[in-house]
């Protein structure tokens, strides 16, 4: 196991290595992936990226909530409200498909972003952290599916 020094402890570095998707880095793998990560602060109903916008990056809710809701539909088509230590938007990382849904700030909140150009450019300058990142997130993306598939109402095969 390895430890931070208290220099290296800051709150973001805390909050990622809590997050599952960061989980098996080293404190210098975490580092790298800390100098990549942009905060963006948006205000209550903001809109953070709407539905079928090509997606950029994955988001990771620091402080505040965010709500994951059908295109103009933020109180009837609500998917679900995320707050601090969630991420969401991590398909981006994988493809430039469009967004499913729209991601609206509930209140105010404070994201810090890891856009695909920079993951991507991780791949060829740190390979062994991005497949560490890559492993763990299809890990994330499987367990949301089953999640999906084994949800009260939903058809599974």
Known sequence: MFLFSKD?????LKQLRALSL????SPRELKTVGGLLH???FLQ??????QGEEGQALYIIEAGKV???????????????LGPG???GELALLDNSPRAAQARAAENCTLAVLFRADFLGLLETHAVIASKISLQLARHIGQRLRETVNAPGSQSE
């Open 39 to 41: 905060e963006r602060s």
């Open 67 to 81: 709500l994951i809701c059908r295109q103009g539909q933020s109180a009837g088509g609500k998917i679900a409200e």
């Open 22 to 25: 960061f989980s098996t880095l």
């Open 8 to 12: 290296d402890d800051s709150p973001r």
């Open 86 to 88: 969630r991420l969401f």
């Open 45 to 50: 109903d903001e809109v953070i990226f709407d």
